[in-house]
């Protein structure tokens, strides 16, 4: 009976620690004219069609060969310790069709094999990394924002319906942290839906104070992105630069004292998800339709003083 050598059988003979592991294995299922070697105390594998196990050592090391039969052909599929029959499923995509005929036996097989590349494992996949933020048991999304109060920022774009004015005060920690980013270069912005109380003074305040006043009408996103500056990655006091990226801040938070867990009251239950970086730019095309089509502070501005404050409920075009 032909045999054929599949991919995680070759790999299984040139991985192990025995150095005589692959020659007990051919031996035991390999004749010398490459021809398949019976034996009687072969029996079905559960579990995969058309599979079966071959004993190629007993008591200590117990060393087992999975094969197929195939029709007339027999293709040795696995090969290891007794635990090799553990929870197998059959060959991947593209193994049988990549599978080497054998045909010669005795040594020149195991030769063969030792001059074959070995073949790449396919590497482990990284544990899942939790990139959702709550604010509740642990003000997780609160933390994420002020862990970046001491790093350089190029912009800071801060998108939300719903913003409590009296967050952005010198004297408020919040305030404090964007004042500090601009005087240290970043270009802040804010983009938010028209208040309600058509209450601007706090915007005015923080036009004074160079951030950029943006207001987008029937506005319920909410985004929170601080963009690494990546000219000042290895500027001096800056320690363990290459660790550093962007932070982008999806979800439920509005900048109030409850949506961020600001102050003593008590806060919402919220959830933010924490963009992977790769994706900066689908949000820097994001924040720019916004800013295009949503109103500057002088807008505002005129619309309140003509009593129009309803424009402001439509876009530009």
Same mark, same amino acid.
Request: glycine share 6%; proline share 7%; net charge negative.
């Given at each position: ?256 004292? =409850? ?31 916004? =800013? ?26």
């Amino acid at each position: 009976m032909p045999v054929f050598l599949l991919p995680d059988f070759i790999a299984d003979l040139q991985e192990h620690n025995d150095a005589h592991f692959a020659r007990r294995v051919l031996q035991k299922t390999i004749r010398h004219d490459g021809g398949f070697r019976p034996d009687t105390d072969d029996h079905p594998y559960e579990g995969i069609e058309d599979a079966w196990i071959r004993y190629v050592s007993r008591k200590r090391t117990a060393y087992r060969v999975i094969f197929l039969r195939k029709g007339e052909n027999i293709y040795l599929f696995r090969a290891g310790e007794h635990s090799v029959e553990d929870n197998l499923t059959g060959p991947a995509a593209g193994a049988m069709e990549a599978a080497v005929a054998v045909d010669d036996g005795g040594p020149e097989v195991a030769a063969a094999l030792a001059g074959m590349p070995a073949r790449e494992r396919p590497a482990a996949a990284p544990p899942p990394v939790n990139r959702f933020k709550r604010n509740i048991p642990n003000p997780q999304i609160h933390r994420e924002i002020f862990s970046r109060r001491n790093l350089p920022h190029k912009d800071i774009w801060l998108v939300a319906p719903f913003v409590n004015g009296d967050l952005f005060a010198p004297t408020k920690p919040f305030g404090k942290l964007l004042l500090d980013q601009v005087e240290d270069g970043a270009s802040v912005a804010l983009i938010t839906a028209p208040p309600k109380d058509k209450n601007i003074e706090w915007m005015e305040t923080l036009a004074e104070r160079k951030v950029g006043i943006f207001v987008y009408p029937r506005l319920h996103s909410k985004l929170y992105c601080f963009v690494f500056d990546e000219n000042r990655r290895y500027e001096r006091g800056l320690r363990e630069g290459d660790q550093y990226s962007s932070l982008i801040l999806v979800g439920s938070s509005n900048l109030t004292s =409850m949506g961020m867990a600001l102050g003593e009251r008590q806060c919402n239950e919220e959830l933010c998800y924490s963009v992977p970086e790769n994706e900066i730019g689908f949000i820097e095309e994001y924040v720019a339709e916004l =800013m295009m089509q949503g109103y500057e502070l002088p807008d505002v501005r005129r619309f309140l003083a003509r009593g129009q404050w309803q424009k402001l409920e439509n876009r530009k075009w």
